[in-house]
């Protein structure tokens, strides 16, 4: 199978529709961070093979300014974890093991 060419209706379409996308997304937030993070992530997606910002975005969220050491310790997001194990890792469908993003922790046990 032959790579799309620039300019092709497929990669025309791609484009188009990545464009739809980071300008939705632009619109929700726009601040300096933000703006370079959606950039660096648009700039991986063409050698992952992938077609959609959104996904790429909720999958690497923007990285916490400023947390540093006033922010949760990872014992206590595994803690406060109802997801992950007491290592925190979470099994993975195909019985792979990841490491837990903790997303759905609000409040660190204490």
């Known amino acids: ?3 799309e060419q620039v300019g ?6 791609i484009l188009q529709s990545l464009h739809a996308e980071a300008k939705k997304l632009l619109a929700s937030r726009a601040d300096e961070p933000f703006v370079a993070h959606l ?3 648009a700039s991986e997606l063409p050698g992952r093979g992938w077609q959609r910002l959104t996904p790429h975005l909720l999958h690497n969220p923007l990285p916490q300014q400023g ?5 949760p310790s990872r014992a206590e997001l595994i803690a406060a974890c109802t997801v992950c194990d007491e290592y925190g890792q979470i099994e993975m469908a195909d019985g792979a093991v990841a490491n837990c993003r903790h997303r759905n ?3 660190p046990a204490a």
């Open 1 to 3: 199978m032959a790579a």
């Open 8 to 13: 092709s209706p497929t990669t025309e379409k």
């Open 39 to 41: 950039s660096r992530l």
């Open 67 to 71: 947390r540093g050491a006033s922010g």
């Open 105 to 107: 922790v609000t409040q």
